[in-house]
């Protein structure tokens, strides 16, 4: 009986032992870090960090920090050293599970930290830890630590979930309708027509048979809207017919640059002077003294009538 006795409160030991290795969930008090010579902004940055981590426990509500200082509460709740017992007064004051209890203090070019975690209910000390920052830019780590000792690792935090790719709607109008739409040099459709698409900047072209062409126009879509897209398309200016040749005034001609040699008139007169030659030619030698002898006026000079040989000989 006496072994048996033994064993169970051993096994009761270890299961106190595993009950109090952890900080249950509750109402957690943290208070204001103390020190005599650290800074007001140290003191200040570990509180902020320690609320902040213990904020990310599952199951874990903060109280508010008191900002009375602490050696006020202990004065008004009558405790005589800085332990256990005063810690569980000033738990229930603030309606805590659990107090957070925290000393800073210089070490080196670093600081050093304690930390020691008070259970209200079973007026004892859960945990406690110790730890250097050797720097002071290594304190908020030095803290997370500490309050991994008290209240277990940190949860792993879930990554961000990635944004959804979105589309809003996009109007697209043009003036005339009938138009042809180009996002990004990629055809979208005729217009009117409505497209979805992803918050961003497109280039737009835009045509229609008959007008110019609106290229590279910027559109911006937004997620807050409306999106739209006008285009006023201009008609193409028509190339006006050039008029019939005309025949005008030699001067004209030759004032416009034309060569004389390639000009109407010059030609006309050239065509005139040949046949007024010719004629006067011919007539110049049918006024002979007799009508020529073959009956058949000819010209040309190959004309055997005009050659003063045979005209002798016929005489």
Known sequence: MPIRRNFLFVVLAVALTTVASAAPPGKVLVLKPQSESVGEPEKE????HLRGTLAKYPGTTLVETPKSDLLDDMMELECTDVDEDCFVRIGKKYGADQVVYTELAPAGGGIAVKLRLVDVASKTTLKSHEGTA???ADLSPTLVDALAVAFGALPAEKPPEKPKDEKFPVDFTSSPAGATVLLNGVKIGVVPLSVRLKPGKYKATVSLEGHETISDREIVVTAAGPNTAAFDLSPIA??????????GDPEEDTASGAPFYKTWWFWTAIGVAVVGTTVGLAVGLSDDEEAPASGVLQFGFGNPDLDPAVRGVQR
């Open 134 to 136: 050797k720097v002071k």
């Open 238 to 247: 028509k190339v006006p017919e050039l008029p019939p040749e005309k025949h």
């Open 45 to 48: 940055a570990a509180l902020t």
